[in-house]
């Protein structure tokens, strides 16, 4: 595992360990934030989301936590596979119709088997 | 769910010349339309937001007469490269929203390189 709360621009665990991606966002006015996976070449892959008044959301073995308070998002994976390898994202917005989403910095996971 | 295209996947052109991307919803309407850069190993940058039959408002930074975006149908943004240099070779990347809950869905980005 890593260090929770602190971003770290790669990440190599071994298939079947569980992944934790951290991530730091800057407005505490946004409302809705989205982890995305990106792909070598290819546009973002939507995972998971989650709204500003909820602390944690599952997906299929994704997980999403939301600390407002620290401003911190971060995604779990559970059982890695080779197939997750790639750069994720976290993006945040104000939730209003026609607002951009913000960027974070990437994180690069790599899979070894 | 909502598939946005986006052609070319890649272009090479030469310093000097202008080059055109678009960006399709093929699904759905899209009311609004982003176009985001990403420079190798870096995180997707906002250039811009272009609402349907509007003018598109651009970043800080982002220079509009260099970059031309044009939004006239709710299904076709497009985004123009004009007299593009090395320093603009980057991936492109359009997202497009307009369901009822303003997701966004984003396409497989252009690859441009200037030479």
């Known amino acids: 595992g890593e260090s929770v709360g602190l971003h770290l621009p790669t990440l190599s665990v071994q298939e079947g360990d569980n992944s934790i991606i951290n991530c730091a966002y800057s407005?505490?006015?946004?409302?809705?934030f989205i982890w995305y996976k990106q792909e070598s070449g290819k546009g973002p892959q939507f995972i998971i989301d989650?709204?500003?008044?909820?602390d944690k959301r599952q997906g299929q073995r994704v997980t999403v936590l939301l600390n407002k308070t620290v401003k911190h998002l971060s995604l779990q994976i559970a059982a890695t596979q080779p197939g997750d390898s790639a750069v994720y994202f976290c993006?945040?917005?104000?939730?209003?119709?026609?607002?951009?989403?913000?960027f974070g910095k990437g994180t690069t996971l790599s899979v070894s088997s | 769910g909502a598939v946005v295209s986006q052609h070319p996947s890649w272009v090479i052109c030469k310093s000097g010349t202008s080059v055109k991307i678009e960006c399709r919803s093929l699904?759905?309407?899209?009311?609004?339309m982003f176009w985001y850069r990403q420079f190798p190993k870096q995180s997707l940058m906002l250039m811009a937001t272009?609402?349907?039959?509007?003018?598109?408002?651009?970043e800080q930074g982002v220079e509009k007469d260099k970059f031309l975006i044009n939004h006239a149908s709710l299904t076709l943004s497009t985004l123009t490269v004009t007299s593009a240099h090395p320093e603009d070779s980057s991936f492109y990347i359009c997202?497009?929203?307009?369901?009822?809950?303003?997701?966004?869905?984003f396409g497989p980005g252009t690859r441009l390189t200037v030479l």
């Open positions: 997202s497009a929203s307009g369901t009822v809950d303003n997701e966004q869905f």
């Open positions: 407005n505490s006015a946004s409302d809705y």
């Open positions: 989650i709204r500003s008044n909820m």
């Open positions: 993006a945040e917005s104000l939730n209003q119709a026609g607002t951009a989403l913000i």
């Open positions: 699904d759905f309407q899209a009311t609004t």
């Open positions: 272009s609402n349907e039959g509007s003018k598109a408002t651009y």
